[in-house]
């Protein structure tokens, strides 16, 4: 059994809204600053199955943000930019084929979605 997801600090809940809600669209910094304290929590654990669930989960807020149409454009297209990183990390942890398959169902979503919402990201 996986073991349980740590409860995030109130700074790390913060840069989560902060890029979630684009509070801060002209502020890219905080996507390197958000991932890094994400990732400092798994720092020295082997535990596959909670740094996949991190990196989806960080795959899920940004996917969310692109979709949400009250958000600034160009801090969705930004978040459009950034979500090849958890999605790459989620990669190189497909060890098997069912985790493979997951992060091939992952992307069909990313470009079913993104087709979706593309017409609200063009200028």
Partial sequence: ????????DPALRLLRRKI???????NPTLFPLWR????????GTADTEARRGLFEGQFRLLLDTVMDELVPRHWR????????????SLHRLADDDASRRHVRQLLWELSVSSR???HSLIG
């Fill in 116 to 118: 979706y919402v593309q």
């Fill in 1 to 8: 059994m996986p073991s349980p997801r740590p409860v995030p």
């Fill in 36 to 43: 890094m304290q994400e990732e400092a929590v798994f720092i």
């Fill in 77 to 88: 297209c930004q978040c459009l930019d950034h979500i090849h990183t958890p999605l790459g």
């Fill in 20 to 26: 979630r809600f684009g509070t801060e669209p002209d």
